[in-house]
């Protein structure tokens, strides 16, 4: 087989494109193959930059601070789900590493501006558009889209600059420094952990892009010859779920396996689950399917809704649906979507806000905070809440800062029932039914994260009790947040992930038809580990402890309301959690063996 | 013996109904032969849902809300739910 030699570039531009937006000024920096073969692209080269540019000094909402967007070695090519970006940056939800990813048209034309990220400090003096083409950057105006959702925003500037570019905006809650404010893209959002909030707070209103360099594969026809078979794959039972019902499928099924969050976490089953699940649903109501670009799955489900008496739509996904409906103990599917319209407008990550009005709802009912109208149950206390938080007015205000900081202000140990890791909100995965998911949301560099890790996928199989988890289990969440880094760093969708057989060894080739490299399966499993190490180091330097690596104390403490037997004490999670260090290659408190990496 | 048989996703989407109930004459059976019972009755579960004669990879079996079995190696006995789901609770 040839390999490339060191002066052919095949699947990267070799470069990246560092903008400060106080000044405008735009410099460009190279990327040697070395640090591409570790960090891939993505989430891993997100990180690297990051790490370059010490971004764990700083306050992730000052000027300082450093947001990149990343693609990957993949973009652009025929390999089915792989127009994908990272957005990387401290978070100011968490103060720890965040890593959002987002799919579609915006990949592709970052990407043909000639470089493999582009990294973005300073602070812009107004509102501002980015305006990056081919490479040559600009600022423009963007005073006449402040306030705008994300929808309206992308509308206008594609009248304003044409079919050509692409765009990456914030809605109001970006605006606004939304702790937990998305990004967003053709409908589509990099959704956690706040990077809307850090573009808004440079004064980024949306980042155009446009451009016409194209990267060469190494091996065309072996890569359109692996990009059909990949296709191919797709179109069969592994991705079915996605494809037929959407990520929706999960309620009917986590609310039987008692792992369907409720309540702000007091249970795990909601006894109207039916009305929101996708039969439910389809049964009332249109429903169309879309698909990211360069996509053969099409996991994406868009539902009619009435909004303010006009016909709309709104994209469902389970995460929305548990968020926004049990975990506030809400059934009326039209409360839940519009709801999460609501989020999408003004660009807000739905698993936070529906977690931090479920948090804020318990408080109430346990009389910590004095909103009597905020209650669980009551769609209009949710509907209302989202728009004090969208809107910045008064609860709002302390709600656009999570579950934690709200815990911190009211004091009485509310922060042992906030549902956080490290300040960000869990997703819809009880720890307690689904026990190897509980040591990856506590170990998860973000935080609380369904995304990093996989773990849940060996609670769902006949090597574990999910109930009663074992240390043994701790090699296996490593091996489902190694494939998730890779994932996210090459990037491919995760939906995809199920038709792969020989997981390792396929990235390698895949990386290798792109790049003419010639790594195996090994050395890809080498580079995920390197990526997630880089991604602790990051945490150790911004100030993480150890002590930050659990779950809320109630998890801990209480079992299940609904299943008794879904118990986690604090003595497992801490074995489980030391085991996963040793696993990882770290000390048992969970530092990296080189003792500079300590802080 | 009764075992009630509940399908979720794909599954119910290719038999049409949320559960049912099977009778059978031993006290108890592999989890496997309730599986091809389900197959035998339902050919469209047969055509979409099996690989062979065992649940395709992308499926599993769990019991009574408890424990998986995706080999289909287990016993299940009177009163006992089965559940056929997706393998995949990515969300
Ligand atoms: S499977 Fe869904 S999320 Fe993944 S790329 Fe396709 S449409 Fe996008």
């Known amino acids: 087989m040839r390999v490339a030699n060191v002066s052919e570039a095949h699947g990267y531009h070799y470069r990246y494109l560092e903008i400060d937006v106080t000044s405008g000024a735009a410099s460009c920096h190279p990327l040697q193959a070395d640090v591409l073969q570790q960090m891939i692209g993505g989430s891993g080269l997100g990180t690297h930059l990051l790490m370059e540019h010490e971004a764990w000094k700083h306050d992730p909402l000052s000027s300082q601070a450093s947001i990149v967007f990343a693609f990957s070695p993949l973009v652009g090519s025929p390999l089915t789900t792989s127009a994908k970006f990272a957005v990387v940056s401290r978070s100011p939800l968490t103060g720890r590493i965040n890593d959002s990813l987002a799919s579609s048209r915006f990949a592709l034309a970052g990407k043909r501006t000639g470089y493999d990220a582009l990294l973005i400090t300073g602070r812009a003096e107004s509102p501002s558009i980015l305006v990056i083409d081919n490479g040559h950057v600009t600022l423009q105006p963007a005073d006449h889209l402040c306030g705008l959702p994300a929808e309206q925003t992308e509308q206008q500037l594609r009248t304003a600059f044409g079919q050509e570019y692409s765009f990456a905006v914030i809605g109001p809650a970006g605006e606004h420094l939304v702790r937990y404010a998305t990004i967003s893209h053709s409908g589509r959002h990099a959704g956690r952990g706040g990077s809307g909030a850090v573009l808004g707070s440079k004064n980024i209103k949306a980042i155009a892009v446009r451009g016409d360099q194209r990267t060469s594969w190494f091996d065309t026809q072996g890569l359109v010859q692996q990009a059909r078979n990949l296709s191919q794959r797709s179109f069969g039972p592994a991705t079915e779920k996605y494809r037929e019902l959407g990520t929706a499928a999960n309620v009917l099924v986590f609310n039987r396996l008692h792992c369907l969050p409720t309540r702000n976490f007091q249970k795990g089953s909601f006894e109207n689950a039916e009305n929101l699940s996708p039969e439910a649903m389809n049964a009332v109501r249109d429903k169309m399917r879309e698909s990211c670009a360069a996509c053969t799955i099409g996991c994406t489900h868009i539902y009619s809704i009435p909004v303010d008496g006009k016909p709309s739509q709104t994209r469902i996904e389970y995460e929305n649906l548990f968020a926004l409906g049990p975990l506030c103990e809400i059934s009326d599917q039209q409360i839940v979507l519009q709801a999460s319209h609501l989020c999408d407008h003004y660009g807000l990550d739905t698993i936070s806000t529906g977690g931090t009005i479920a948090f804020a709802m318990e408080c109430v009912e346990q009389g910590y905070l004095q909103e009597p109208w905020l209650r669980f149950g009551s769609g209009e206390a949710l509907h209302k809440a989202i728009h004090l938080i969208g809107q910045q007015k008064s609860l709002g205000i302390s709600l656009a800062k999570g579950s934690r900081a709200l815990a911190m202000e009211l004091g009485h140990n509310t922060i042992s029932f906030a549902p956080q890791v490290k300040g960000l909100e869990l997703p819809g995965y009880e720890p307690r039914a689904l026990q190897t998911m509980a040591l990856g949301f506590a170990v998860g560099t973000r935080g609380a994260d369904h995304n990093r890790s996989g773990a849940y996928e060996v609670d769902f199989s006949e090597h574990v009790d999910r109930r009663h988890a074992k240390v043994s289990q701790a090699r296996l969440a490593v091996e489902t947040e190694n494939k998730a880094a890779m994932m996210d760093s090459l990037i491919l969708c995760k939906f995809l992930r199920g038709v792969f057989d020989d997981y390792f060894a396929e990235c390698a080739s895949m990386l290798n038809l792109v790049t003419g490299w010639n790594l195996n399966a090994e050395q890809m499993v080498r580079a995920a580990e390197a990526i997630v190490n880089t991604k602790k180091h990051f945490n150790i330097l911004s100030g993480w402890t150890p002590a930050e690596d659990t779950l809320p104390e109630r998890m801990l403490t209480t079992a299940l309301e609904d299943d008794t037997d879904a118990v986690l004490n604090r003595q497992t999670l801490e074995a489980l959690v030391k085991a996963y260090n040793l696993e990882r290659g770290w000390d048992e408190a969970g530092f990296l063996p080189d003792s500079s990496t300590r802080p | ?91």
Do not use: W
């Not at chain 2, 049409?16 to 006290?27: K, L, R």
């Not at chain 2, 592999?30 to 099996?50: G, S, T, W, Y």
């Not at chain 2, 998986?68 to 995949?88: C, V």
């Open chain 2, 1 to 91: 013996m009764k075992i009630k048989i509940e399908y979720y996703g794909i599954p119910r989407q290719r038999v049409g109904i949320a559960s049912e109930v099977y009778e059978f004459d031993q006290e108890e059976m592999e989890i496997h032969d309730v599986i091809l019972a389900v197959a035998r009755k339902h050919p469209e579960f047969q055509r979409n849902c099996m690989a062979g004669d065992r649940l395709n990879q992308h499926l599993t079996v769990n019991l009574n809300g408890t424990r998986f079995y995706q080999t289909e190696n287990g016993t299940a006995r009177d009163g006992d739910a089965l559940l056929i789901l997706s393998m995949d609770a990515g969300g």
